[in-house]
């Protein structure tokens, strides 16, 4: 028999859909399963973004330009402006999803063996994505007791080596929701620039920050113009998980005319999802505010029921739609997959994602999961009289 090769030995399975055999058999026995596992909002996407693909008239589904559409590019470049990016359409590269951006970024910005920073614990496809470019992830640890604040910049330099090229932040955070202080970039910002390193920024999630908090791109300081690589998505920002358009923006000249060459081997992006994407950058300011509003209340909602739950500890997550919690277990992967094979209460039972998967050391967030509070308050709180009630039933509990 051929044998498979070493790249695709190393290929981290995913934490958050690993466990799917065992909820499609839960869902098959009858149970109602809570999905608390995967980033999928339930959202309704805005109503211009759909209307544009039901009004898509083509004789011919064509190639589009291999860094996208120009007017796409163009509208997309304000709306970055309103945030004050100070970018045109020429430094935006679509591509299909943020995952594309990610992997194209660091096939640009690193050779293979060479190092990526990135404070753990991080969003579990960032080691796909570095194994497929055969680029070293150099974990940093942050953790549940400081809210996963962004660890110490002298932790940063204990790990920087001559083979370091690059940062990676999520900002705000998955799968912890944190989102960085403006002092905290301003530190990323001073420590890429003393020792010539790329910041690549995922800002998946940069429309969903609470309690009036400030989002700070790296876009907004000054001196990295060359250092920097946004990369983004209409996934989350839209609940337009499904379209697969996403972008990388860099101002870097050079780095860009890089991608573009990844991007000509792949061909390009749909030219479907770019139609429904460049209508949704129309989206009226309503939309975000009701979308944020209904994120506050969900996360409140599942942070402080799980904070009166005996023994489990969540932090107050300031962006994204993700808590992590530390629970009463004394293994998440056992835990997560016993609530969907032996466990269920009212005929129910909840799916959440390991925390194990979101780390790179080994043997951290054994006592952890994430879950996304993507559901409507009602089904939030079922889930949580369902976690509640299995917790107390867990052979594995601790305390």
């Known amino acids: 028999m051929p044998k498979i090769s070493q790249r695709g030995i190393d290929m981290p399975a995913s934490p958050i ?3 799917t055999p065992f909820a499609d058999q839960a869902k098959k026995d009858g149970k109602k399963i809570y999905h608390l596992n995967i980033g999928q909002p339930d959202i309704e996407s805005p109503v211009g973004m759909l209307n544009a693909l039901k009004g898509i ?3 011919v589904w064509a190639y589009t330009p291999s860094e996208g559409l120009e007017s796409y590019r163009n509208k997309l470049a304000q709306y970055y402006n309103k945030l004050n990016y100070a970018i045109e359409g020429t430094d935006i590269l679509v591509t299909n999803g943020g995952s594309e951006a990610i992997t194209i970024a660091l096939q640009a910005c690193l050779n293979a063996g060479e ?4 404070p753990e614990p991080f969003y579990a496809n960032y080691n796909g994505f570095a194994c497929t470019a055969g680029v070293v992830v150099k974990p940093i640890m942050s953790t549940i007791d400081t809210g996963f604040a962004l660890p110490a910049i002298a932790d940063f330099e204990k790990v920087i080596t001559d083979k370091t090229r690059a940062i990676a932040i999520c900002n705000p955070n998955n799968p912890t929701g944190y989102l960085y202080s403006r002092q905290e970039m301003e530190a990323l910002r001073d420590l890429c620039l003393k020792y010539d390193l790329y910041l690549l920024s995922d800002e998946a999630y940069r429309e969903f920050c609470y309690d009036g908090r ?17 990369l983004d998505t209409v996934s989350k920002r839209y609940s337009a998980c499904g379209a697969r358009i996403g972008c990388i923006i860099t101002k ?26 460049e209508a949704a950058v129309d989206t009226p300011d309503s939309y975000f ?7 506050t209340a969900r996360r409140d909602t599942l942070v402080a029921g799980l904070n009166k739950i005996e023994g489990v500890y969540c932090p ?21 997959q016993w609530m969907l094979e032996e466990f269920d209460y009212n ?30 308050q009602t089904d939030l709180t079922h889930a949580l009289a369902c976690l509640e009630k299995g917790l107390q039933e867990y052979p594995g509990r601790t305390a």
């Open 289 to 295: 505010q009701a979308v944020s509003k209904e994120y």
């Open 214 to 230: 400030e989002f700070i791109s790296p876009m907004h300081l000054e001196g990295l113009e060359d250092h920097v690589v946004v």
């Open 17 to 19: 859909r690993k466990l």
């Open 57 to 59: 008239e083509f004789k």
């Open 115 to 118: 190092e990526i920073i990135i």
């Open 252 to 277: 870097n000249k050079a780095l860009y005319q890089t991608t573009l060459k990844f991007a000509q081997a792949r061909l390009s992006p749909s030219l479907e999802g770019q139609i429904a994407a």
């Open 347 to 376: 005929n129910e039972t909840v799916m959440m994602a390991p925390a194990t998967g979101f780390y790179s050391t080994p043997g951290f967030g054994t006592q952890e999961v994430r879950m996304a509070y993507v559901l409507n």
């Open 316 to 336: 107050n997550p300031g962006g994204a739609f993700y808590v992590v919690a530390r629970l009463p277990i004394d293994n998440a992967d056992k835990f997560c």
